[in-house]
């Protein structure tokens, strides 16, 4: 099945520093979604990608989606203690997503002041 | 607006017990969907929902059954309750269409001993 690779799985960094996070598929996508969960929260979602090479900017974040549409990445410039997290990139089945995401482990984001 | 409810937020059962975890929704979305995330393993669907009046089985369903009891409600049983499934349960639900993702309840934490 369906495999959606993360990595690191976590990364520690000083309050300031960037921050960037790895998604590859075992497959191609048709569209790629990223979300953020909190400490003891729960997942939120964030973006989703849908075009090969696109790039979307949300304040700090930048989300790419690779030309193949098998990889992603999230990049956070300048990080601050309110970025802390877990971050999930996910992918659809088969069914374009009503069938269910396929989430990646997660990079654990620790940041130091 | 509440989006995803879920009860309860903390059980504790001994093994061979049984219990439902309860999941509505008031965003009138047409598919839901169970998770449980375990350390290290990410998020891993249980069971989903499509639409009102199926079900189908997701990566992981052993042990488990679900309930589409109306297009808001979504419930998880489990019948037998075993350690294996101690876990951090999500219910989610999607609006469907591009750009929408999905939107997760606050989650129940489940200890089975």
């Known amino acids: 099945g369906q495999q959606v690779m993360q990595i690191p799985q976590y990364q520690h960094v000083q309050e300031g520093e960037d921050f960037t996070t790895y998604c590859n598929s075992s497959t191609t996508l048709s569209n790629i979604q990223w979300y953020k969960q909190r400490p003891g929260g729960h997942p939120v979602f964030l973006i989703q990608?849908?075009?090969?090479?696109e790039v979307k900017k949300q304040k700090r974040l930048t989300f790419q989606f690779g030309e193949a549409k098998k990889n992603s990445s999230l990049h956070i410039t300048a990080t601050q203690t309110t970025d802390v997290g877990t971050y999930f990139c996910?992918?659809?089945?088969?069914?374009?997503?009503?069938?269910?995401?396929?989430f990646g482990k997660g990079t654990h984001l620790i940041i130091q002041p | 607006n509440a989006g995803v409810t879920q009860t309860p937020k903390f059980q504790v059962l001994k093994t061979g017990q049984s219990m439902t975890l309860q999941c509505a929704q008031d965003m009138n979305h047409n598919s839901m969907y169970w998770y449980r995330q375990d350390p290290g393993m990410g998020l891993r669907l249980i069971y989903y929902s499509a639409s009102e009046g199926t079900t189908d089985k997701g990566e992981v369903p052993n042990g488990y059954n679900v309930s589409r009891l109306n297009k808001r409600e979504f419930s998880l049983r489990l019948e037998s309750a075993a350690p294996s499934q101690t876990s951090v349960y999500f219910c989610a639900s999607r609006q469907g269409g591009r750009g929408y993702g999905y939107t997760f309840g606050s989650g129940t934490r489940l200890t089975v001993v």
């Open positions: 996910a992918g659809p089945g088969s069914g374009g997503g009503a069938d269910g995401l396929t």
């Open positions: 990608l849908v075009k090969s090479g």
